[in-house]
């Protein structure tokens, strides 16, 4: 198949962050189909462009057998609210003209994946114009999740985007959701077609992690980072508004009579205040590293007793997946589960840790002495999350499963 991918954060070879995509688009070409990725020249967490990208509107990359078309995107995305509006824009436009002037041929589908929900605008035109069927996918629900997290409070705004998403449903041929929750939401509150939907969640990633632990030791990565005689629980995402940190650090105030140490891995826009909140309040067992590529993260992941998921206490956040969440299963890690909702389900279905009240820093605590007065939980509780993952989250088989949708949808067109 010849498919057209418009993902405005699609990584760059060794980025730190999300690379759901950049797995199944190297899945997708080693099986020899033709993929297209218009992607922006901004990583989400970075206040500027890369200098290959200074001054250019347009690149051509090639990542293995895929082909990238880096498009513009403003600079101004971690200054301010309106800064990113602006740079999610600027994509919009800047993906539109690639994807109308710069791509040749004809696809056989075109799927776009949000956030930013606005990509949805370029992702329709160009199917309109190349006359080619339009996959929408849902990683977040936008615009809930931004208001629950007080991003956006603008009414007129708020107005605005409902109806864009709405316009961006009606359009698209197919609508993947990345959890169960968004499909019953899309359903019951939205009022999108059942038919149009399917369900290709976030996944583990096997290949790379058994790949690393046949090599990785363990004893001697831990000297190596000051790691040695701790229980060491390493959250691994971003650092903004809506993952509220402030909850790991006040938990480490409540754990400093015991051996617990946190590592976060990431960056953000709320990083640089919650190392001066943690420095003003001498949480010394809460370390933070700056991000690093996929395979040195589960190195950490494996060298740490468990992992967090964390996401601020509001309702929207009730129906998403934490992508590391997978990563810490693949490693054989038990998780400190601080996500109501999918998440609190996936992890309790699985056994392969426990529910963490969100903002509890007291409940937070009191889960993690759970695990220091009983270390074979860890383990049992690693090993159950391996095999659940295994079972149901595999990103090789998922992938699989993606494209045949996607064949599918060709066959009845």
Known sequence: MKILLLHQYFLEDNDHGGSRWNEITKQWTEEGNDITVIAGMMHYSSSCKRPEYKGKWFKKKQQGAVNIIRCHVSESYNSSFVGRLWAYFSFVFSSLWAGLFITKGKYDVIIVTSPPLFVGISGYLISLFKRTPFVFEIRDLWPESAIDTGVVTNGLIIKLAYVLEAFIYKKATLINVLTPAFRQTLIEKKKVNPDKIIFIPNAADFTLSDKIVENFDTAIFRKEHDLEGKFVITYVGAH?????????????????????????????????????????????????????????????????????????????????????????MSCKRPILMAIDGVSKELVEDAKAGVFVEPENPEDFAKKIRMYLNDPKQVIVQGENGYKFAKANFDRTILAKKYIESMRKLMSIR
């Open 240 to 328: 903004g508004v809506a993952n509220h940190l402030e909850q790991i650090i006040e938990t480490g105030l409540l754990l400093s009579d015991t051996n617990v140490l946190f590592l976060l891995i990431g960056d953000g826009m709320e990083k640089k205040r919650l190392i001066a909140l943690a420095t003003e309040k001498k949480a010394v067992n809460v370390r933070f590293l700056d991000p690093v590529p996929k395979a040195e993260v589960f190195k950490y992941i494996l060298a740490s007793d468990m992992g967090a998921s964390v996401l601020k206490n509001v309702d929207t956040f009730k129906t998403v997946y934490s992508n590391k969440t997978f990563d810490y």
